[in-house]
């Protein structure tokens, strides 16, 4: 009778021991699952990434091509040729203005003589 009842005893142990690791292993399988959720969503999000990413690529490619058709160092000796007028013209404009200026006074100085 007392070998019963450690074989019951020992029996009773290993089924607290089966159920124990069965517990865990349902945590780890729902850790699993949880992981396997947040993987998936990082998937999308880096294929959202790639896509955007290759878009953009392919823009600037296409922006390359054109200023590759136009002439980029065209465009620049012509943006150079601006604004070298542009300083031109701001001289002059600067001329304009004492020669205004000038004018002014010599018609002041006029006017003060007559009067």
């Known amino acids: 009778m007392e070998e ?3 074989k019951f005893l020992d029996a009773e142990q290993t089924a607290e021991k089966l159920v124990e690791t069965l517990r865990g ?7 699993y699952q949880t992981a396997s959720k947040e993987l998936d969503d990082v998937k999308r999000s880096l294929m959202i990434l790639i896509e955007t990413t290759q878009q ?12 590759r058709d136009i002439g ?27 020669l205004i200026i000038g004018g002014f006074v010599v018609s002041v100085v006029i006017l003060a003589a007559v009067y």
Request: with cysteine; aromatic share 2%; charged share 30%.
């Open 25 to 31: 292993l349902q945590d780890e399988a729902l850790s």
């Open 56 to 67: 953009v690529v392919v823009d600037s490619h296409e922006c390359v091509k054109v200023l």
């Open 72 to 98: 980029g160092p065209e465009i620049l000796n012509q943006l150079g040729e601006i604004d070298n007028r542009l300083e031109g013209l701001e001289s002059q404009a600067k001329m304009l203005q004492w």
């Open 4 to 6: 019963d009842n450690r």
